[in-house]
C-alpha cells in the first residue's frame, strides 16, 4: 500500500508556501518552484544581513572623513588622534554627531588634535 506522509508533508509544504507568499508566477503556489526560490531567498537574507553592516560601516566613515576634513584634518589622523586622547567614540556615534550636531564635532575634531 502506498504511504502519502499526510499531515506532516502537508505541513512542511505549507510552511515553505507561506515563506513564498507575494513571490509571482509559479513560484507562489506550485511547491517544487516555490522551494527553490525560497531557499534563495533565505540565502540572500543571510548574505545581506552581513553586507547591510558593511554598507553602513562605509557610510559612518564617508560621512566621517567629509565632517572631518571640513574641520580642517582627515578620517584616519581623527581616529588616530581619538585613540591616543582615550576617547572611545565608535563611528556611529561619530556620524551622527558630523551630521547633526557640527558643532560638538568640531569640538571632539579640538580633543583629537590636540
Not at 22 to 43: I, M, P, S, T, W
Amino acid at each position: 500500500m502506498r504511504v502519502k506522509r499526510g499531515f506532516k508533508a502537508r505541513r512542511r509544504r505549507n510552511k515553505v508556501l507561506k515563506l513564498a507568499k507575494g513571490f509571482r508566477g509559479r513560484r507562489k503556489n506550485c511547491y517544487k518552484r516555490a522551494n527553490q526560490a525560497v531557499e534563495r531567498a533565505l540565502d540572500y537574507s543571510t548574505r545581506d544581513r552581513r553586507r547591510r553592516r558593511r554598507e553602513f560601516r562605509t557610510l559612518w566613515i564617508t560621512r566621517i572623513n567629509a565632517s572631518a576634513r571640513m574641520n580642517g584634518t582627515t578620517y584616519s589622523r581623527l581616529v588616530a588622534g581619538l585613540t591616543k586622547a582615550g576617547v572611545v567614540l565608535d563611528r556611529k556615534v561619530l556620524a551622527d554627531l558630523a551630521l547633526f550636531v557640527p558643532a560638538d564635532f568640531a569640538a571632539v575634531v579640538k580633543t583629537a588634535q590636540g
